[in-house]
């Protein structure tokens, strides 16, 4: 199963090459050295917590902290789904590994813990490897149309995932989802829309499910 969790991983890796990549040039044109971006990510293994690690911690060092740590939030509801449905024997080891695309990737497949282990490992070399790479050739990749378009690769990724299972209810998780990640992006609390995106549209759509059957 691991072997087959690893295999499932290459279109993450392909969303989290050219991502990771940006964050080594960044970090670097931040005024952080090369080991310390690439211990951010052999350490934190956290997209979004990362960039705005080192956007925010030169101006706050509480800042820099405190809201990484809100950012994943979010892995709380992912843990508790996953456990309910696959047996985690080495939770500190598996947790390490959880991202989104683990996640979406992981409830839509059968499999064991394993196969999520597997899939990690493929995200999480990929990760480090694309931000050594960034790092080390960065001065090469630095262009801003460059960069934005490494970037967009990201969300490229979560559509791919998405599309495949907008079944019904799903549907619906999805349509309430963005709609509440939307409204809080018009008024300036992006972060906190898509944490409340993934804690209620989930409860939404269960309970709807309850009051039709």
Do not use: C
């Amino acid at each position: 199963m691991f072997r087959k969790g690893f295999s499932y991983s290459f279109p993450i890796v392909a969303g989290y090459l050219p991502v990771s990549m940006t964050f080594g040039i960044l970090a670097v044109t931040l005024g952080f050295s090369k080991t310390e971006a690439i211990l951010t990510s052999a350490l934190i293994f956290a997209g979004s917590s990362q960039f705005a690690l080192i956007s925010i911690l030169p101006e706050s060092f509480l800042s820099g902290v405190i809201i990484p740590i809100i950012l994943n939030l979010r892995h709380l509801v992912y843990s508790s789904i996953l456990s309910q449905k696959f047996e985690i024997k080495k939770a500190s080891i598996t947790a390490f590994g959880l991202t989104d695309e683990v996640f979406a990737t992981s409830v839509n497949t059968r499999g064991d813990e394993r196969f999520i282990r597997g899939l990690e490992a493929g995200s999480y070399i990929s990760w480090v490897g694309g931000t050594a790479l960034g790092v080390f050739a960065g001065s090469a990749l630095s262009d801003d149309a460059i960069a934005s378009a490494l970037v967009f690769s990201l969300p490229a990724l979560f559509l791919v995932l998405l599309l495949p299972n907008l079944k019904e209810y799903s549907t619906l998780a999805a349509f309430f989802g963005g709609a509440i990640a939307l409204s809080f992006h018009f008024i300036g609390m992006s972060s906190a829309g898509i944490l409340l995106a993934g804690i209620l549209s989930p409860a939404l759509v269960m309970k709807l499910r309850r009051m039709m059957g």
